[in-house]
């Protein structure tokens, strides 16, 4: 089949290219762009059984001004003195004159509370969270506020989710730059320094360009037709995604064709027989890869669920690609790809890879040992594994919305922020007893985590409830002492939901819902998605292995390394940024982000190694041997890969946003993990113990009774080979 699709590639390469690049501009023109699809509100993503998202629903139709969008104005002296009765007056005029100022969405701007050093005031803008238009109102609002209070003692900040959201957006907008900038550059460099050629270096990153140029509006157009939303990072992610595997699939076909060039083929026979040899292992790892994305479908939290499928239709493309667009290009420059190097034409002798291989081919008891030690080292820190939810906090901290947060917590409770509602909704028909709602409302003051109620400025009549046009619900604001998305104020909704439900007046259904409830329903889904996510995805992956190996053995070790390898990081990311850098958890994101990565990708390598060693026991070598020289052959190719994977992911390092260096040292370290322990040394090793039986029943490892073209010229790797 392979074979098949290369003959096709190379005879009619022109047709190829132009056939991708009518594709390209016609979805650049004409698609729909994928930045229409995104989402910035997490608790969006929640499926309508939690409780949070009922409480939403309630308010969206019972209390409609509610549900607008807010942002927090937090007055402050610019001396840091505290407030006169003059600076409470000027906070009032400020607020009125904004409020007045005929700002698009924004429906109202009020002063609420003020105490010794902080004032504050609520702007309400209508609109859902993900609408650009909010955004767009708040920076207007910001604008109009400046001239006003500049010729005062105060200084004014906007923060709450609106403000977090523009702040946030300018943040992932940089980070995008960044990486995409850091990307690129480090791919060039790292293939100049593996080739010692321009173009071999300039080619996966023009290759790559093009294919995204594709999968953005693909992935727009699925979004479209079935709904889908998009979380606001899946841009970032992509860029990673397509330069990381991309190169990775482009270097397993240019490292064959170098190979086959040394061996006497001419260039076009060359990248038919790379097509072939490597097109199996590429589709496979592809498969992989789409099946532990896809398996996200599984998940209840819809970020989970869209971010998936939006990557697996970029690993589609780009695998396409890899065996199309890419060999029909090299077919037309043929060795010249390597121009001006000439180290394309000589087998070399003596490589460190040489010497790997037959340390792993003599001894690989002891090398299964080490490596399997090295990961289980790593493995015990996910022992103290802690999920942080605390977005706010994994945000740059130099913004006007995270200084402007610290202010208010100078005077007022952090949860302040963002209170959390309850909501009382009749259940017998008769309308909502305000006297039996306000004394409900007052017996949360004891509760623990509340700190107390309306914090932030109660009603004109001094009542901590709001009752409906209808008289048929009330809602409750309740302020906590923690700030909203921290573990602590997670923690305290489930006693607070239970303390609601216990107490409701009589006739009533209590809900509770804000931000925090909603991320606390979000760390349910996410524990529920992560424990069907992945032994669903590590079966089906199994499956594939089982039929590219066409053996029942096989597959389990590789899983079970590919397990221990998806540990071993999380343990290592745990021990760096909790054990060292004291933080109070990682990202709760994070395992799934692992788990897309490390484990699809470190499929990946496992396939490449696994696959090459089956092939080098097709020849007539022994097991042993044939691990030896599996790892000769396939090791530079995996460590090259693995090298610029680790590199384009570390480049998240360099956005600025805690979140995001969190993921991009996670995933390098896995890919680090998987590429150059569990690869590398474990699997081949492992594999040479096991014999003949890990090709059982198929006995794909039976020798054809051929030799491959460049046999002769193989370097032994023990002596009696000689």
Same mark, same amino acid.
């Not at 499926?47 to 409609?64: C, I, N, T």
């Not at 942002?71 to 005029?93: C, H, I, P, Q, W």
């Not at 090259?640 to 390092?653: D, E, H, K």
């Given at each position: ?271 038919? +027989?790379? @097509?072939?040899? =490597? ?5 496979? $790892?592809?498969? !992989?890869?789409?099946?532990? %994305?896809? *398996? ?68 690989? +008891?002891? @090398?299964?040992? =080490? ?5 289980? $080292?790593?493995? !015990?820190?996910?022992?103290? %594994?802690? *999920? ?335």
């Amino acid at each position: 089949m392979f074979g098949r699709l290369g003959r096709l590639v190379v005879h009619n390469p022109w047709k190829v290219i132009a056939a991708w690049l009518i594709a390209a501009i016609a979805l650049v023109m004409f698609a729909p762009k994928l930045s229409d699809l995104t989402n910035q509100d997490q608790s969006s993503f929640l499926p309508g059984k939690y409780e949070s998202v009922q409480a939403q629903d309630l308010a969206e139709k019972a209390f409609p001004q509610s549900t607008e969008q807010t942002a927090l104005l937090v007055f402050k002296r610019a001396d840091g003195k505290n407030l006169t009765e003059a600076d409470k007056s000027t906070v009032k005029d400020i607020t009125g004159r904004l409020g007045a100022a005929g700002v698009e969405h924004v429906s109202k701007v009020e002063a609420g509370a003020a105490k010794d050093r902080i004032a504050l005031g609520t702007a309400y803008i209508k609109g859902e969270q993900q609408d650009k238009f909010v955004n767009e109102a708040l920076k207007k609002l910001r604008d109009k506020a400046k001239p006003m209070v500049e010729k005062t003692d105060l200084k004014l900040g906007f923060t709450g989710s609106v403000a977090i959201n523009v702040d946030n957006e300018d943040a992932f907008k940089k980070a995008e730059a960044i990486v995409g900038i850091v990307t690129i550059v480090l791919i060039i460099v790292l293939l100049l320094a593996i080739y010692r050629s321009p173009i071999a270096a300039l080619l996966p990153v023009l290759m790559v360009a093009l294919v995204s140029m594709v999968a953005s509006p693909v992935i727009a157009i699925v979004g479209k037709a079935t709904g889908l939303q998009v979380d606001q990072s899946l841009n970032t992610i992509l860029i990673v995604v397509l330069f990381g595997i991309g190169t990775d699939y482009i270097l397993f076909l240019l490292f064959r064709y170098r190979e086959r060039l040394r061996a006497g083929d001419d260039r076009k026979e060359a990248m038919i +027989v790379s @097509v072939e040899r =490597v097109g199996e292992a590429i589709a496979s $790892a592809a498969g !992989a890869v789409v099946i532990a %994305f896809g *398996a996200m479908l599984l998940a209840t939290f819809g970020s989970f669920k869209s971010m998936g499928p939006g990557l697996a239709i970029a690993v589609i493309v780009m695998a396409i690609a890899a065996l199309t667009l890419v060999p029909a290009v090299v077919s037309l420059i043929g060795p010249k790809v390597f121009w001006p190097s000439k180290t394309w034409q000589h087998q070399p002798k003596g490589t460190a890879f040489h010497r790997i291989g037959g340390l792993v081919g003599r001894k690989p +008891v002891a @090398v299964a040992l =080490v490596a399997g030690v090295v990961m289980v $080292a790593f493995a !015990a820190g996910a022992l103290n %594994f802690k *999920a942080d939810y605390d977005q706010l906090g994994q945000l740059p901290g130099d913004t006007e919305s995270a200084k402007s947060m610290k202010d208010m917590q100078l005077d007022f409770a952090a949860g302040t922020l963002n209170p959390t509602q309850i909501y009382l909704k009749s259940t017998d028909g008769k309308p909502i007893d305000k006297g039996a709602a306000e004394r409900f409302a007052l017996s949360f003051k004891g509760v623990e985590g509340v700190g107390d109620l309306n914090e932030a400025g109660e009603d004109a009549n001094g009542s901590h409830v709001k009752v409906s046009g209808d008289g048929m619900s009330a809602e409750i604001a309740i302020v906590l002492k923690e700030s909203p998305f921290a573990n602590k104020a997670l923690d305290s909704i489930d006693p607070l939901r239970d303390f609601a439900h216990a107490h409701q007046p009589e006739g009533t259904k209590a809900m509770v819902g804000g931000q925090t409830a909603a991320f606390t329903d979000i760390r349910e889904a996410t524990n529920r998605d992560l424990s069907v996510i992945f032994p669903v995805a590590g079966l089906l992956i199994a499956l594939v292995l089982g039929l590219l190996l066409r053996s029942v053995v096989a597959p389990w070790y590789l899983m079970l390394a590919v397990v221990l390898g998806f540990i071993s990081t999380i343990g290592a990311t745990v021990l760096v940024f909790q054990t060292l850098a004291g933080n109070s958890g990682v990202m709760f994101m994070l395992p799934v982000m692992i788990y897309m990565f490390v484990v699809a990708i470190g499929t990946d390598y496992n396939i490449l190694m696994v696959a090459r060693l089956r092939e080098e026991a097709k020849e007539g070598h022994e097991p042993r041997r044939a691990a030896a020289l599996a790892v000769e052959h396939a090791g530079p190719s995996i460590a090259a890969a693995g090298v610029i994977l680790a590199g384009t992911f570390a480049s998240l390092m360099m956005a600025g946003i805690d979140m995001m260096t969190q993921m991009g040292f996670a995933v390098s370290v896995g890919i680090c993990i998987s590429a150059f322990v569990m690869s590398m040394f474990l699997v081949p090793s492992v594999t040479a113990l096991i014999g003949h039986a890990a090709w059982w029943p198929g006995h794909g490892d039976r020798a054809t009774g051929r030799v491959g073209r460049g046999e002769e010229d193989r370097k032994p790797v023990f002596a009696g080979d000689r």
